[in-house]
């Protein structure tokens, strides 16, 4: 239940700012200059030469990665609210001290350590995937003219490098 929760709150999430993130990268392959002021120049060139659906140009490469990505974290961070709200009660029980308890949830601390290992436990599964889209979004045209989709890149990324390859630049994410 709440792996689908969690990646479908992604997914939606994701798609609302998904003009912007198509913006965003193109900005970061090209040499042009970034200029808030000029953002909606960019949305009305984009329509007019490409139309509407092209603001959402890559979304779908995006969903692969975010519902599985959203739906772990979502699913791991409740799992650990649940362990540590079970283990504190199993500690405090016949303890007078409500230092042991917060009774509207985690602690700070609980919380930041249940949401990184949950940030974690979804990087690790689904870094191949941002790979692969981070990859096709600088993609050019190739072998052929044609330009090659998800499933054909994230083949040649694990044929060339083995499954290693398939997290090169993990570090930095984890970090």
């Known amino acids: 239940r709440n792996l689908i929760a969690g990646g479908l709150a992604g997914m939606m999430a994701k798609s609302v700012v998904a003009p912007l993130d198509r913006i965003k990268i193109m900005y970061q392959v090209s ?16 329509v007019e030469q490409e139309g509407l659906q092209a603001l959402w140009r ?53 919380s930041l ?17 941002d790979l692969t889209r981070a990859q096709l979004a600088v993609l050019r045209k190739s072998e052929g003219g044609l330009k090659q989709g998800f499933s054909y890149v994230l083949g040649r990324n694990l044929r060339q490098r083995g499954i290693f390859g398939l997290y090169r630049g993990i570090t930095p994410t984890l970090a």
Not at 31 to 46: D, E, H, W, Y
Not at 59 to 65: D, E, S, Y
Not at 81 to 89: E, P
Request: aromatic share 10%.
């Open 113 to 129: 350590a249940a949401g990184s290992f949950a940030g974690v436990c979804s990087v690790l599964a689904t870094y191949p995937l």
């Open 58 to 110: 890559g979304n779908g490469a995006t969903m692969l990665r975010v519902f599985p990505y959203a739906g772990i974290q979502f699913m791991v961070f409740d799992y650990c609210k649940s362990w540590v709200l079970k283990s504190r009660d199993t500690v405090g029980q016949g303890v007078q001290s409500t230092s042991l308890k917060n009774k509207h949830g985690l602690m700070p601390v609980e």
């Open 31 to 46: 040499s042009a200059k970034f200029k808030l002021r000029n953002i909606p120049g960019v949305v009305r060139t984009i």
